[in-house]
Antibody, heavy 120, light 111 residues
Framework: EILLAESGGGLVRPGGSLRLSCVAS????????MNWVRQAPGKGLEWVSY????????YYADSLKGRVTASRDNARNLLFLQVDSLRVEDTAVYYC?????????????WGQGALVTVSS | QPVLTQSPSASASLGASVKLTCTLS???????IAWYQQQPEKGPRFLMR???????NRGDGIPDRFSGSSSGAERYLIISSLQSEDEADYYC?????????FGGGARLTVL
């Protein structure tokens, strides 16, 4: 089965850090660019990061720049998102999403999401 | 960077058709977009990529009840033969190098 599955979410204190993982199944991660997208409770979708297949090009949303690092291990079919200096407003469901072939900035496969709650 | 504008809500009757609109900001009127569906308590699902000329490529398993069209800077998602499971939030998305932008989303109610 072709799917993405995030893990690593949870409750974190403000100022803390979190590392989210996303495992790809049923397809080689190495063939695809990947995106991270988040959704605050009751809000719309917000793009977080893009990383191309060889990790040569990595981009971040301005709202998280300097606090977030995306990486990947293609050999293990794993994608990661490290978020530091967490703020209450970072509370959201974080989705990993597979880039569309030929236009990796669109996402044609999404995980079920990992909830990150930042609260004291 | 581009801005995408969506009307926040729409409604239509079971079995009818509905057209959702996504408007690209000035200077981005020829950009391609993607449409996504998000049913309650679920992750988003890719519906299609929609090009400036109205050509579109649906995602795997997306029925042909979902189609797209374009006119100028407007991109449309047309859903025909509405079913109860079509009640969901719908988002459009575009990009420029280094930035991905989503519209604010439109909640579709099936009456």
């Amino acid at each position: 089965e072709i799917l993405l599955a995030e893990s690593g979410g949870g409750l974190v204190r403000p100022g803390g850090s979190l590392r989210l993982s996303c495992v790809a199944s049923g397809f080689p991660l190495s063939n695809y660019a990947m995106n991270w997208v988040r959704q605050a409770p009751g809000k719309g979708l917000e793009w977080v990061s893009y990383i191309n297949a060889p990790s040569r090009y990595i981009y971040y949303a301005d709202s998280l720049k300097g606090r977030v690092t995306a990486s990947r291990d293609n050999a293990r079919n794993l994608l990661f998102l490290q978020v530091d200096s967490l703020r209450v407003e970072d509370t959201a469901v974080y989705y990993c999403a597979r880039g569309l072939q030929g236009s990796g900035w669109f996402s044609d496969l999404w995980g079920q999401g990992a909830l990150v709650t930042v609260s004291s | 960077q581009p801005v995408l504008t969506q009307s926040p809500s729409a409604s239509a009757s079971l079995g009818a058709s509905v057209k959702l609109t996504c408007t690209l900001s000035s200077g981005h009127g020829t950009d391609a977009i993607a449409w996504y569906q998000q049913q309650p308590e679920k992750g988003p699902r890719f519906l299609m990529r929609l090009n400036n000329d109205g050509s579109h490529n649906r995602g795997d398993g997306i029925p042909d009840r979902f189609s797209g069209s374009s006119s100028g800077a407007e991109r449309y998602l047309i859903i025909s033969s509405l079913q109860s499971e079509d009640e969901a939030d719908y988002y459009c998305q575009t990009w420029v190098t280094g930035v991905v932008v989503f519209g604010g989303g439109a909640r579709l109610t099936v009456l």
